[in-house]
């Protein structure tokens, strides 16, 4: 099994940034694409940014310009710089990993969310 542990949410003033970091570990995994998806109250998750293996990113439209996501193949890891907040970007913002594990001479390829950070932004 594969488990993310994302980090760096918080409270900011519209106009601040924030970076959201997400590590991936488990045994024997590849991880393919990564991305950050948020979900506001009373909404449904959405799409922030994805990025794959090979460093391709696609971006909604809304976080264009303002969001840059990175990742460190080595290790597994997935970053969202966030800049120029909004208020309307205050929402949980999840983790996900499309990756693979291997254990017993299978593979095993599975789509996998982290807990979930808050971040809130004021007016």
């Known amino acids: 099994q594969v488990q993310l542990v994302e980090s760096g949410g918080g409270l900011v003033q519209a106009g601040g940034s924030l970076r959201l970091s997400c590590a991936a570990s488990g045994s024997a995994f590849r991880v393919n694409t990564m991305g950050w998806y948020r979900q506001a109250p009373g909404k449904q998750r959405g799409l922030v940014a994805t990025?794959?293996?090979?460093?391709?990113?696609n971006y909604a439209d809304s976080m264009k310009g303002r969001f840059t996501i990175s990742r460190d193949n080595a290790k597994n890891t997935v970053h969202l710089q966030m800049n120029s907040l909004k208020p309307e970007d205050t929402a949980v913002y999840y983790c996900?990993?499309?990756?693979?594990?291997?254990?017993?001479?299978?593979?095993?390829?599975?789509?996998?969310w982290g807990q979930g950070t808050q971040v809130t932004v004021s007016s």
């Open positions: 996900n990993a499309e990756a693979t594990y291997y254990s017993g001479g299978y593979s095993y390829s599975g789509n996998y």
């Open positions: 990025i794959t293996s090979s460093g391709t990113t």
